[in-house]
């Protein structure tokens, strides 16, 4: 079923097409949240998407593992499905919306989904470029698709931004059904629904417990917590905080997100790659932290417009962070717990999406920020962000830049070669079947325990692991 092979292209359509739909509902969504909620914006706006995190961040682990077994494109489906099931909800009846939102939450986890399609699709090599352009893609769906919206709002009413917005959630649940091929190979998924999914990979927080084994991604993991939290109690609240505080009006909002979506992409893509090959995967995740301490604290400090604008370019430049992280954990994975780790991941960002929100309101409700009154500090919440950033920074330093494969002498060749993990019932080539390979624990990291050794032709660049389309393109060639 689908279009062509599997690719990066058609992860990057389904992303476009549903943060596009969502994006034309930033005017009118505005505009309902201060109209039903009139004495407290702020901290109805958080407690809505903190429920909708917190039910994220309990569900992505299940929906990871169970893409692992089943395969990506169901799951597609399902998650698009319902994280745009709202939108028609905004003008029939705002608090059901606003309900539907909370609940959607469930399963509103396509980048969980979408980044293990990507790691099955690509190598290792090329999968930070291939998160970039994901990430990009989203801030690319968030270039126009406000000012489309606040244009249409302005000239026809919200009605027939609400009908656009839910016709394009349509086309992106039709071009999953339609377009796109299913990137987990048959052998490795099962063929009943008789599924080995365990309590265990469905608790989030086992899940984080399990992550908390392994130094390396236990490091990675705070520093998402501790730098996600402030963006999504940002990303959740700034465009509010620009009109209500700042005076922005609705067409400046959506010329600022405009551009700053064009920096970003700039940022995930050029930039990045960049970056990357330079000074490597580590330094580039440190100095996406350090351009988002930069734009929180003015944020915080600013009261001005023209410290927005400047302050939204340095955000844009912060964004290369998370798809460097996303690439660091993939090497820490094997092809077929990529949706798992990267569940992991996205469950952090999702008790992130509750709990920042709900900080964040309850922060401005305190300081009376909506009151508009003028202090030393127009948006405490920033601040603080600022400062959590600070700490996932020096966090971020114990990160080990990248774990190279052991390299051993074997018992029937001369040569050295480099070593790679294979399946554990899976014999050492040109040895007995009772020859044991010494082990300990502390040669491996705990993600990749469950693999052996495996003596490996000598090329100079070979991979840690083959992804799935590097399995298929080897069994084609009869290797």
Known sequence: MGIGRPSVSHAVVVIFL?????????????????????????????????????????????IGALSDVWGRRSFLLVTVFFTCAPIPLMRLSPWWYFAAISMSGAFSVTFSVIFAYVADVTEEHERSTAYGLVSATF?????????????????????????VATLVALADICFILLAVPESLPEKMRLNTWGAPITWEQADPFQSMRKVGKDPTVLLICITVFLSYLPEAGQYSSF?????????????????????????????????????????????????????????LAWYGFGSEPWMMWAAGAVAA??????????????????????????????????????????????????????????????GPPFLLGSCTVVVAFLVALFIPEHTEPPVVTCADSKETSTLAGVHINTPLPGSDEDTQVPTSDEDFEPLLQDSILWELPQHANYVAYLSPMEEEERERKGQ
């Open 239 to 295: 465009f509010l905080y620009l009109r209500q505080v700042i005076n922005f009006s609705s067409a400046t909002i959506a010329v600022f997100i405009g551009v700053v979506g064009i920096l970003s992409i700039i940022a995930q893509t050029l930039i990045l790659t960049v970056l990357m090959r330079t000074i490597g995967n580590k330094n580039t995740v440190l100095l996406g932290l350090g351009f988002q301490i930069l734009q």
């Open 139 to 163: 801030a690319a769906s968030l270039v126009t698709s406000p000012a489309i919206g606040a244009y249409l709002s302005a000239c026809y009413g919200d009605n027939l931004v609400v009908l």
């Open 18 to 62: 549903e943060f596009f739909a969502w994006g034309l509902l930033t005017t009118p969504m505005l505009t309902v949240l201060h109209e039903t909620f009139p004495q407290h914006t702020f901290l109805m706006n958080g407690l809505i998407q903190g429920v909708k995190g917190l039910l994220s961040f309990m569900s992505a682990p299940l």
């Open 317 to 378: 430049m912060s964004s290369i962070t998370f798809p460097a992280v996303s690439a660091l954990v993939s090497h820490s994975a094997d092809p077929d717990k990529q949706g798992l780790v990267q569940g992991m991941i996205t469950g952090i960002r999702g008790l992130c999406n509750g709990l920042g929100p709900a900080l964040y309101g309850l922060i401005f409700f305190m300081f009376n920020v909506e009151l508009n009154t003028k202090s030393l500090i127009p």
